[in-house]
């Protein structure tokens, strides 16, 4: 059974999760309204696997013997000036997700619970591979430049992402 800082601590991060993906969502409205439709599509996939980390987290509590707790998602923003605004905030965003779920690895060690220890270190992993995903994007949208035509080919590339279930349900 976890312990009841960990249920809170995993609850929170089920929010934030969820809170996430809104804010992928959000992200992805605001750039399909550029027309950048490839671009849109890469951060609704990005909505999605945030979707899937909330609901395993969630899942995870359960099959420990715990409840999970739930508060409401804040509204996230959705006003960005330009797409390097929008992925200079994903780098940002990841960032802090990256801190959080560090500190759920440290609860988790301080509370001598090896197996939500192990459980969280598929997380940092994962973030490992978020914030270098942004910085790759970043870095290529500064070679871009001003060059819409290498910015629609950026886009192109957007559009192929498709969602894979991280965690498939277990028959």
Known sequence: ????????????????EYYSAYLYLAMAAVVDRMGLKGTANWLYVQAQEEMAHGTHMFEYILNRGAT?????????PADYPDINEVFKK???HEEMVTKRINALATIAMEEFDHACYQFMMWYVDEQVEEESNAKE?????????DNTGLLLTLDNEFASRVFVNPFPPQV
């Open 90 to 92: 994903v780098l940002s």
């Open 137 to 145: 994007i970043l870095d290529k949208l500064k070679l871009i430049g």
């Open 1 to 16: 059974m976890l312990s009841d800082k960990l249920t809170k601590a995993l609850s929170d991060q089920v929010i934030a």
């Open 68 to 76: 999970p707790a739930f508060a409401a998602i804040d509204q996230p």
